[in-house]
């Protein structure tokens, strides 16, 4: 979560969950080497690190008030965008 990212395509994230309950991409228990989901692994990663992300994606994690503080950041009426 955050007003300013790097992202290219985007001027703020908010990740109001982090983590998944998995599917043929990411099945819990599976080699590392075996998973495909960006997600996951973006995950595995960041946990801890950055507190966008769930710490273990496994368990699906509910970040309540983020809406609520993206939803108050000023929007792009009336500035003047490259
Ligand atoms: S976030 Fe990853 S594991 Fe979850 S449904 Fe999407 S691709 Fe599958």
Excluded at 28 to 36: H, K, L, R, V, Y
Aim: net charge negative.
């Amino acid at each position: 979560m955050s007003m300013h990212t790097l992202i290219q395509w985007t001027d703020s994230t908010v990740n109001p969950v982090g983590g998944c309950g998995g599917c043929e991409l990411w099945v819990p228990g599976a080699p590392i080497e075996e998973q495909t989901c960006y997600a996951g692994h973006s995950t595995q990663w960041r946990k801890g690190k950055n507190r966008a992300f769930a710490m273990d994606f496994n368990v699906p994690e509910l970040f309540p008030g983020r809406m609520a503080e993206a939803a108050a950041w000023s929007d792009l009426l009336g500035k003047e965008r490259a």
